[in-house]
């Protein structure tokens, strides 16, 4: 069964840092993996989508990147905004389903 | 503006009232599907949907049950709710069920008394 972790799982930095969240899951065979942003009491929102013949993409200041055969992503985020904070989540989309890690809560302080 | 609109968005009933959150999607997406997002646990799927009149079990269907009568319309339904089903739900669509891009609504959150 997929299973999918996301380190770390809270992260505080000041503003204007670049950063990086990771994402490792146990399975390769994805159809593609998709990074969301959760506000609290709100829905998910699309951030990025990596098909599993693509690398990498971009949006912004964001940057997503994925090897399959590792098994791994990372999000990342240049020149942090307070703006920014939220929880991260990752998905991989196998058949019919998408699995979820727990996230990463990112707190970015002024 | 394309979007997945879920009602209601906070719901406290009491154990064994039967309650129906809807869930509906304007972009002509085949596949819809409901999740449960609870602490330490994550998303978790409970049913989903590959198309007008055909369902199937996620991964958490106990307690539950849909339909998909129309294309845009895929209804979560609790026949007889009980206080472990407290938690958050998210209605999602997508083209297909592989190789697509996600769309999620923003959320049910259900307490059960």
């Known amino acids: 069964k997929q299973e999918v972790t996301q380190i770390p799982a809270a992260l505080s930095v000041p503003e204007g840092e670049n950063l990086v969240l990771n994402c490792s899951f146990t399975?390769?065979?994805?159809?593609?993996l998709q990074w969301f942003r959760q506000d609290p009491g709100k829905g998910l929102t699309s951030l990025l989508l990596?098909?599993?013949?693509?690398r990498e993409q971009t949006s912004g200041r964001l940057n997503a990147s994925l090897d399959k055969s590792s098994g791994r992503s990372t999000l990342y985020i240049a020149a942090s905004q307070p703006g920014d904070s939220a929880t991260y989540l990752c998905?991989?989309?196998?058949?019919?389903?998408?699995?979820f890690g727990s996230g990463t809560k990112l707190n970015v302080k002024p | 503006e394309a979007q997945v609109t879920q009602n209601p968005r906070y719901l406290i009933t009491v154990t064994g009232k039967k309650l129906t959150v809807t869930c509906s999607q304007n972009?002509?997406?085949?596949?819809m599907s409901w999740y449960r997002q609870d602490p330490g646990l994550g998303l978790r799927q409970i049913y989903y949907?590959?198309?007008?009149?055909?369902?199937d079990k996620g991964d958490v269907p106990e307690g539950y049950k849909v339909s998909r009568k129309e294309k845009r319309n895929f209804p979560l339904i609790l026949e007889s709710p009980s206080p472990n089903q407290t938690s958050l739900y998210f209605c999602?669509?997508?083209?297909?069920?592989?190789?697509?891009?996600?769309?999620f609504g923003q959320g049910t959150r259900l307490t059960v008394v």
């Open positions: 999602a669509s997508g083209l297909t069920g592989a190789n697509t891009e996600a769309f």
């Open positions: 399975d390769s065979a994805i159809y593609n």
């Open positions: 990596i098909q599993s013949s693509q």
């Open positions: 998905a991989v989309e196998g058949f019919n389903k998408f699995y």
């Open positions: 972009m002509n997406h085949e596949y």
């Open positions: 949907s590959m198309n007008v009149e055909v369902t």
